[in-house]
T-cell receptor, first 112, second 115 residues
């Protein structure tokens, strides 16, 4: 399974943008970049995914480097409810029943 | 929005007892998974299930574990003889590859405490 590297923790203030980085230097051409988050005492929750182009949805934006060796999850205006562990995960394009491999993720703290 | 439902939310059992953790995946999903998370540790894959059979299992998923989809709606994880180290949160997930929806949906989990 291709590996990702994320900072252990980050801190931001409420109503400010948050940029969560992820390095995946060994990504293959058929790997999608997925982001999940885990709120306290909850199961993981899908946030966004992308392959090459930047992506936006109602939860966040995903900026993917041109060489695809890194990506950044952007929360445009953080709220206290965004405090969670954020996971960056690579998943092959030929998905089938392929599992998700979780790392330690980035623990995001939001200050009021 | 459709949800994955897990019951019970918390189960306490004595070492050596059998437990069954239950999940109701989203109704039109095709792939089903169990993960676990020991307190303070990573979310770990246990098993994937598709077309009424196991697609992949991890080293954790030994002979003490089994999964079933008995009636087309429930998806269960059985641990035959629980050990103290089985204490963890167990998450069920389901997925259907559809255009615009590539994320798994996870349940809120069952906290299993083995005493």
């Amino acid at each position: 399974d291709a590996k990702t590297t994320q900072p252990n923790s980050m801190e931001s203030n409420e109503e400010e943008p948050v940029h969560l980085p992820c390095n995946h230097s060994t990504i293959s051409g058929t790997d999608y970049i997925h982001w999940y988050r885990q709120l306290p005492s909850q199961g993981p929750e899908y946030v966004i995914h992308g392959l090459t182009s930047n992506v936006n949805n109602r939860m966040a934006s995903l900026a993917i480097a041109e060489d695809r060796k890194s990506s950044t999850l952007i929360l445009h205006r953080a709220t206290l409810r965004d405090a969670a562990v954020y996971y960056c995960i690579l998943r092959g394009i030929y998905q089938g029943a392929q599992k998700l491999v979780f790392g330690q993720g980035t623990r995001l703290t939001i200050n009021p | 929005e459709p949800e994955v439902t897990q019951t019970p939310s918390h189960q306490v059992t004595q070492m050596g007892q059998e437990v069954i953790l239950r999940c109701v995946p989203i109704s039109n999903h095709l792939y089903f998974y169990w993960y676990r998370q020991i307190l303070g540790q990573k979310v770990e894959f246990l098993v994937s299930f598709y077309n009424n059979e196991i697609s992949e299992k991890s080293e954790i998923f030994d002979d003490q574990f089994s999964v079933e989809r008995p009636d087309g709606s429930n998806f269960t994880l059985k641990i035959r003889s629980t050990k103290l180290e089985d204490s963890a949160m167990y998450f069920c997930a389901s997925w259907r590859p559809t255009r615009g929806s590539y994320g798994y949906t996870f349940g809120s989990g069952t906290r299993l405490t083995v005493v």
